[in-house]
């Protein structure tokens, strides 16, 4: 059984009805669900991810100002519901992992993760550019069964638009570093001998290609693990996947470089073709770089159009 599967029935079963029998005065101001960190809130997990962290069990968001006696008492009620569910065990929280599940504040959750404990707005969005896009994906996966007031769903709505300039920036840094990973320091590294450094430049043009592939799909890459999983989701440039493993994976000769030479440039009239049709590059070349600084001139907000393009990776 998939863990948001296992959660959301145990919610169902045991939650519920504890809330609404114990704590109706909150059913009106807290969130209810599971979103957060574990391959089992992006849906990704398997039966490799029971090993550790996966149990039945949910998150109940509540308000930063609620009062110290009422969270215990929720905690407490939580803590009491049962141990064993669909042949899984609930876990002793780790003493170095941190709260996954239970009872946590909103304000707590999104600063954790976003450093905002209610999202950005235009006073703050600049912000946004300094903060990893996992972190984007993480405080954003998952689902939500119950929201009273309707707060942590709203923070949740604005992370998951994200707002043009934001992308636009962060897919210029993204396409520089993979236009002087890729296309320019490969192949200088191969020329000087430096088959080590030349592999740590696929790495780095990899690392760096496949956010921006998910930029372009308007969503947030997850952590490097689950990068390739959640890649093969997506509606466009999906089937780069697969040149992307080849080029961390296969050819790995010296004389196998050439090709894959020729494979970062396919990646890189890929993604340049889309960067065209959706209408945010102007350039007429084969270059990365040329095309991120095309998709920089796009910004709108003259002074986050002005920081240095590298400024997001």
């Keep these: 059984m998939k863990g948001l599967e296992l959660a959301r029935r ?29 391959s089992e809130c992006f849906g990704f997990d398997d039966d490799v991810s029971t090993d550790h962290d996966f149990e039945p069990g949910f998150c109940i968001f509540v308000d930063d100002g609620i009062d110290s006696r009422t969270e215990f008492r929720l905690e407490r009620a939580y803590a009491k519901l049962p141990k064993e569910f669909c042949g899984f065990s609930r876990q002793s929280v780790s003493p170095v992992g941190g ?38 994906a993480t405080a954003t ?98 089937g780069l996947a697969d040149s992307f493993e080849c080029l961390l994976t296969d050819l790995n000769s010296f004389e196998d470089s050439q090709i894959k030479a020729d494979v970062i440039e396919d990646i890189a009239s890929s993604i340049i073709s889309e960067l065209k049709e959706q209408g945010i590059s102007d350039a007429f070349c084969n270059n990365l770089d040329t095309h991120a600084y095309s998709v920089n001139d796009k910004i709108r907000d003259a002074s986050m159009r002005q920081m240095h393009i590298m400024s997001c990776v």
């Design 10 to 38: 145990y919610y169902i079963e045991y939650g519920e009805q504890m809330l609404k029998n114990e704590f109706p005065e909150l059913m009106g101001s807290i969130a209810v669900g599971l979103v957060g960190e574990g």
């Design 99 to 136: 709260n996954r599940h239970g009872v946590i504040k909103i304000g707590d959750f999104y600063g954790k993760f976003v450093g905002s404990a209610n999202g950005f707005d235009s006073s703050n969005r600049k912000n946004m550019l300094y903060v990893e896009d996992f972190y984007f």
């Design 141 to 238: 996966n998952g689902e939500i069964w119950h929201d009273g007031n309707g707060r942590f769903s709203a923070i949740r709505k604005d992370l998951l638009e994200i707002p043009e300039d934001v992308r636009l920036k962060k897919l210029a840094s993204r396409l520089v570093a993979m236009g002087q990973s890729g296309q320019y320091n490969f192949t200088r590294c191969l020329q000087h001998g430096e088959h080590g450094a030349a592999q740590l430049a696929l790495a780095e043009f990899v690392k760096n290609a496949i956010p921006a592939v998910f930029l372009l799909n308007r969503k947030y890459s997850p952590y490097y693990k689950w990068m390739f999983r959640g890649m093969r989701q997506l509606e466009r440039l999906s």
